[in-house]
């Protein structure tokens, strides 16, 4: 599917005009029927739209994928019919494709959304951005860079976000309807110059390098590769430990490669050293957190009613066959998560791999960074170097105790940050009392041997740094090292 240039150029600008942006919806729309539509109901959404201006009859007929009246609709309609955007349905057009307005500004092209009811998907179906590809934009850092991959770049959502801070960008994918998409969806966006390229994992960048690393793969985990945009056909959760192991052959020093991932949680194996296991050997330091884990038949359940497949004759075998499959792997549940690799050339690399399920502070990509380098601090600095390292209390952290009414001491200390990963960490008396004091001038050691002299505790600096990294390593306190330190 391709458009001229022009026309996509009259398309956006008469988006602007109307106000047919993501805030414009939202605000078109109201808040109950906003909600309403991010569950896939369009009730609301066509009573609030049944005015017809000129913002309703955008959202009608390109978001909301319902016929329009031909009078109410002020577009170039024989050119975008003539291009298959639009089709005519007597009196009226319907969209032939979804076509939605973005966070960045820009907008998406994508087969239209599917819902119960509707004809089966077909094979290579395009689909939009959702949950998924929102989550991996607030995931990537935010450094610029000079070299982009998007791989697996579907209707091209990813690229909208790289461009802002990529030099150069190239894009690949497995469909070539979703390659044409994307590029619909980058030039009615405005963007240019992205290369996109055909083909499997970094089959298309053989030998190529580059400074980030994006991917919303078809992380999907199931007996069949039915849909290329979700499934890849590979063995159980095999590609997304593939895509991580090759990612690092690509990267320039100091790159990143960040993704979202499934994998499967197992009977009698510890699901995080098999998701650690992939970074295994990879030379890079790398990052892994787990957001959800669902038991098989919520999982089932979810990508089949992703499908709209519910309500249909082949609803129960199918949902049959794919638990089935799950019993004979053994698997107990199904994880979803992030991944991060950062090429810091260490003979020493550092994996944290944990699950951190509650509310954290948006974007995560403008932590990247500190979050990294507390990790990696945490590991690398010796027994010596930690203990002559000043440490500074992270911002946004509180302190919070906890005890029965009247009680001398409280039985509970909890460090808490309200900024970042918004992590609680349990500590004792001494970490509570550090974190009253560290200013990143006063090293470390004279800091606890302080602490000793008030408590009596004169073991300190031989039993206290290990609770000290593991408060590096989640960010609450971080470590200055260098000779401008007050003994």
Same mark, same amino acid.
């Given at each position: ?113 599917? $819902? ?80 996109? $390229? ?114 249909? &004759? ?63 601090? +945490? ?29 001398? &001491? ?47 505790? &004169? ?10 990294? +593991? ?17």
């Amino acid at each position: 599917m391709k458009a001229p240039t022009d026309l996509l150029r009259r398309l956006r600008d008469r988006f602007q005009e109307a106000g047919y942006t993501l805030d414009g919806v939202r605000t078109r729309l109201g808040d109950t029927a906003a909600a309403a539509l991010a569950r896939e109901e369009l009730v609301p959404a066509l009573r609030a739209t049944r005015d017809a201006d000129p913002l309703g009859t955008l959202i009608r007929l390109w978001w909301l994928g319902v016929p329009v009246s031909i009078a109410a609709v002020d577009l170039p309609l024989t050119d975008l019919i003539r291009c298959g955007l639009l089709v005519r349905v007597g009196d009226s057009v319907q969209a032939a494709v979804h076509l939605q307005p973005w966070e960045t500004g820009g907008y998406l092209v994508s087969d239209r959304k599917v $819902r119960p009811g509707d004809p089966a998907l077909r094979k290579d179906h395009v689909v939009g951005a959702g949950g998924a590809s929102a989550n991996l934009a607030q995931l990537v850092t935010r450094e610029p860079a000079g070299r982009a991959l998007d791989l697996g770049t579907g209707c091209g959502v990813q690229v909208l976000h790289l461009a802002e801070r990529a030099e150069e960008i190239v894009a690949t994918d497995v469909n070539r309807r979703a390659l044409d998409f994307a590029r619909l969806s980058w030039e009615l966006s405005g963007i240019d110059g992205v290369e996109a $390229r055909k083909g499997p994992l970094f089959t298309p960048v053989e030998d190529e390098h580059f400074d980030l690393i994006v991917a919303n793969p078809p992380f999907v985990i199931s007996p069949a590769g039915r849909y290329t945009y979700r499934e890849s056909g590979h063995q159980a959760d095999s590609f997304c430990a593939d895509l991580v192991r090759q990612a690092p052959h690509h990267l320039n020093p100091g790159g990143h490669c960040q993704l979202l991932a499934n994998w499967l949680h197992v009977a009698g194996e510890d699901w995080q050293d098999r998701v650690g296991g992939w970074l295994a050997g990879t030379g890079c330091d790398g990052w892994v957190v787990q957001r959800e884990v669902q038991d098989p038949a919520e999982y089932v359940e979810l990508w089949l009613r992703d499908a709209a497949e519910q309500g249909t &004759h082949a609803y129960r075998d199918r949902y049959d066959e794919w638990l089935a499959w799950f019993d004979q792997q053994r698997v107990t549940g199904i994880g979803f998560g992030w991944i991060t690799l950062r090429a810091t050339g260490s003979l020493d690399p550092v994996v944290r791999v944990e699950e951190l399920r509650h509310r954290v502070e948006l974007p995560v990509g403008g932590h990247l960074t500190a979050i990294l380098d507390g990790i990696a601090a +945490a590991h690398r600095l010796t027994g010596d170097e930690l203990l002559t390292a000043a440490l500074r209390l992270a911002d946004g952290v509180v302190e919070e105790r906890t005890g029965p009414p009247g009680a001398e &001491h409280p039985a509970v200390i909890t460090l808490r940050q309200t900024r970042g990963l918004c992590r609680a960490s349990t500590v004792g008396t001494v970490e509570a009392a550090l974190a009253g004091v560290v200013d990143g001038q006063l090293r470390l050691g004279a800091l606890l041997a302080a602490i000793g002299e008030l408590t009596g505790e &004169h073991d300190l600096t031989e039993r206290a740094p290990d609770s000290v990294r +593991a408060l590096i390593a989640e960010g609450f306190f971080t470590a200055v090292t260098g000779t401008a330190i007050e003994r």
